[in-house]
């Protein structure tokens, strides 16, 4: 009868081993915030980063930035670690010249799920 126990017990927790091992990653939340803004600089980069939520289970994040009024960004990937719950994806967007702008800075995530955020990125350069 002990032995019998023992086994199960052992099963159990195997099975609970090699579940949580070959679980996929999974995103639970993705905000965007300017890290670094521009404020009232000329010729300066500004600095975006998505904050990635995850389920803690190891994989890869594939994603790119889209900029207003810019071409699609190009595909890129992130790779978790296990019990990694929080990635920081950064855009680094530059800006230069006298003027305003306000702007719109995306993450586009299209692995392991598609998602996007995004934010406002704004420019204001009175003169050089």
């Known amino acids: 009868m002990l032995s ?10 195997v099975g609970l081993f090699l579940w949580q091992r070959l679980s996929p990653l999974e995103i639970e939340g993705v905000t965007v915030a ?21 389920n803690g289970n190891a994989g890869t994040i594939r994603y790119q930035w889209l900029r207003s009024g ?3 960004g190009a595909l890129v990937s992130e790779r978790v670690g296990r019990g990694q719950r929080s990635v920081s994806l950064p855009l680094k967007w530059s800006f230069t010249g006298v003027g305003a702008a306000r702007e719109t800075a995306t993450v586009n995530i299209v692995e ?12 204001a350069c009175r003169r050089r």
């Open 4 to 13: 019998t126990l023992l086994t199960v017990v052992l099963l159990v927790a």
């Open 112 to 123: 392991p799920s598609v998602t996007q955020a995004g934010t406002e990125v704004r420019y």
């Open 70 to 72: 810019s071409p699609p």
């Open 34 to 54: 300017v890290v670094e803004p521009a404020g009232t600089r000329c010729d300066v980069t500004v600095v975006v980063a998505a904050t990635v939520r995850t």
